[in-house]
């Protein structure tokens, strides 16, 4: 079945939550407009086997009532993310938003317990056994879940049954159906949500908003790096998926047809002598994935990774690599701005104010790939 409606949200990034900025929001929002202060409105849709979460940074020009209108005229940067991952951060956000409430909870109650407790028979609570802070913070979790439950599964009935079921098997398997069933109907119904950071499905939009880029995937193994950067802006491109992106915003990827990782655009330039010792130092390009595992690549490498292709994440025009592939005297060299290779040599010839020439080693880019376990 494919699914062409998608799901919109208006994006109130407010710095200070007062009543009347509040008011304004949801006036805005009702009536499709933009009332961010920062920021694009987000249009996300379901796409296979993704969902895909798109800034609309045109738009005044996108009607945000039609979903299939904001579809095709939306116009801004992609975020893509497995259905799995958009599931992921969605549970993620439920249990932040569930500590966070269990913690105002229990400092409401320790300022409350300093004062004088009422008298037995005047007012008293009844006695019962006290909930340990685990108990509690499980207890505001399963509020939560029920509370996003309430709000986006139109099944009141199965709502209804889920809340009298005591036996507590029984109740989280059935707790646990619901969820699945109401993420899948909020990723697959058109809807409008409120500009309202307690919304939770305003809160996930927030951390995938292809706007942001966050540090992700800095430490384990290349597969744990790759599932830890699933859900940050911009992961997966086109069969390239992110491994790696450091505070500084170095970004590693691994491409999925090849089987290769590769790191970042060298920082300076190299002549060609030098190009070859470069991959195997600790490079900061390269993140901190073990050295050892880098080289210099190929120009069949370069050729097969489509590297200039629409969408690729390492595309850079205007930029010319060395590769480790040599006939004779010359070194084939991928030109960023064409897509193609050449045979170049190692030297270039320079001609000073006296018409005298000068020979001097050639200085180009560098990248370096590897296999990484």
């Known amino acids: 079945m494919k699914f062409f409606s998608m799901l919109m949200l208006l994006t109130a990034l407010v710095a200070c939550s007062s009543t009347s900025s509040k008011k304004e929001n949801d006036s805005d929002s009702e ?63 439920i249990a932040d938003k569930a500590a966070e409430k269990a913690k105002n909870e229990a400092k409401a109650a320790a300022g409350a317990a300093g004062g004088t407790p009422p008298a037995a028979g005047a007012g008293a609570p009844p006695a019962g056994p006290v909930k340990s802070a685990q108990e509690k913070l499980e207890d505001a979790q399963i509020e939560k879940q029920l509370q996003f439950i309430e709000t986006y599964n139109q099944d009141k009935a199965a709502l209804l049954d889920l809340r009298s079921t005591q036996i507590k098997g029984v109740f989280n398997q059935k707790l646990k159906d619901q969820l699945n069933k109401t993420v899948n109907n909020v990723m697959n119904q058109g809807q409008n949500f409120a500009s309202d950071p307690d919304d939770i499905i305003y809160s996930v939009l927030m951390s995938l908003d292809p706007n942001k880029k966050k540090p992700c995937g800095l430490d384990g193994s290349v597969e744990e790096r790759i599932k830890s950067c699933a859900s940050t802006p911009g992961a997966t491109l086109n069969g390239w998926k992110l491994v790696l992106r450091t505070k500084s915003d170095r970004e590693i990827w691994y491409e999925k047809t090849s089987g290769l990782v590769w790191g970042g655009m060298l920082g300076t330039t190299h002549d ?96 370096c790939v590897g296999k990484v376990k």
């Not at 958009?86 to 956000?93: R, S, T």
Request: proline share 4%; glycine share 6%.
């Open 31 to 93: 009536e499709g407009q933009i009332s961010s202060k920062e920021g694009a409105p987000l249009i996300y849709y379901k796409e296979g086997d993704l969902i895909v979460i798109r800034s609309c940074d045109n738009a005044s020009e996108v009607n945000l009532k039609d979903p299939k209108i904001a579809r095709a005229k939306c116009k801004g940067k992609e975020n893509r993310v497995t259905i799995e991952t958009f599931k992921q951060v969605l549970n993620k956000i």
């Open 272 to 367: 060609h002598i030098d190009a070859v010792g470069q991959c195997s130092q600790g490079r900061e390009e390269n993140g901190d994935l073990d050295p050892s595992v880098f080289r210099f690549p190929t120009i069949e490498e370069f050729s097969r990774s489509a590297f200039n292709s629409d969408g690729n994440p390492l595309k850079s025009k205007d930029y010319k690599y060395w590769s480790s592939t040599s006939e004779g005297p010359e070194v084939w060299v991928y030109d960023g701005s064409t897509g193609k290779k050449k045979l170049t040599s190692r030297t270039v010839v320079t001609k000073d104010k006296q018409n005298n020439e000068f020979s001097s080693l050639l200085k180009l880019n560098v990248r």
